[in-house]
T-cell receptor
Framework: GDSVTQMEGPVTLSEEACLTI???????????LFWYVQYPGEGLQLLLK?????DKGSNKGFEATYRKETTSFHLEKGSVQVSDSAVYFC?????????????FGTGTRLTIIP | EPEVTQTPSHQVTQMGQEVILRCVPI?????FYWYRQILGQKVEFLVS????????KSEIFDDQFSVERPDGSNFTLKIRSTKLEDSAMYFC??????????????FGSGTRLTVV
């Protein structure tokens, strides 16, 4: 079945440092890939997505590129801020349009210190 | 911004008791979902619901679980006889696929269920 393997946390960085959170996946067909973020006390929010190979998703300075050859979707940001502190989840959805069951990774807790 | 609302935010129940977790999805959404996250583990799909019936369910969603959309606005998850291992954060979600994959897929803030 489908699965997502995500970089173990927690990750602690200083403000303005570079961030990479690794994510690889196993899926049949052509899944869509997502990064979700969960701020303290809140629900899961879509951060960015990519629906086909070589697509780059971007939002709020974060980027991730759908790499079919390496089955990866690593999350990157060039300069993190304290407000980026949250838990980040990599996820995939099969190509069953309509019923978008999501398969998640374990989540990576990111803490940014001033 | 429309929201998915879940109540209660935290529920404590005794083992063997029935619990009902409530969700109000976004009004024009068509698909509804429940996920759970056991502390420190990954978010897991439980069930999807469309047109008043279950579309898909996972192995976790056994006979002790049921879902219902009783009145056209609420979407509930019932656990008939809770076990200690049901302790988890339960997330409700809804989406309208007409907006495209991923877009409009909205999660609630979750209900933390603690079984004692």
């Amino acid at each position: 079945g489908d699965s997502v393997t995500q970089m173990e946390g927690p990750v602690t960085l200083s403000e303005e440092a570079c961030l990479t959170i690794n994510c690889t996946y196993t899926a049949t067909g052509y899944p869509s890939l997502f990064w979700y973020v969960q701020y303290p006390g809140e629900g899961l929010q879509l951060l960015l997505k990519a629906t086909k190979a070589d697509d780059k998703g971007s939002n709020k300075g974060f980027e991730a590129t759908y790499r079919k050859e390496t089955t990866s979707f690593h999350l990157e940001k060039g300069s993190v801020q304290v407000s980026d502190s949250a838990v980040y989840f990599c996820a995939l959805s099969g190509s069953n349009f309509g019923n978008e069951k999501l398969t998640f990774g374990t989540g990576t807790r990111l803490t940014i210190i001033p | 911004e429309p929201e998915v609302t879940q109540t209660p935010s935290h529920q404590v129940t005794q083992m063997g008791q029935e619990v009902i977790l409530r969700c109000v999805p976004i009004s024009n959404h068509l698909y509804f979902y429940w996920y759970r996250q056991i502390l420190g583990q990954k978010v897991e799909f439980l069930v999807s619901f469309y047109n008043n019936e279950i579309s898909e369910k996972s192995e976790i969603f056994d006979d002790q679980f049921s879902v219902e959309r009783p009145d056209g606005s609420n979407f509930t998850l019932k656990i008939r006889s809770t076990k200690l291992e049901d302790s988890a954060m339960y997330f409700c979600a809804s989406n309208n696929p007409d907006r495209g994959l991923g877009y409009g897929y909205t999660f609630g803030s979750g209900t933390r269920l603690t079984v004692v």
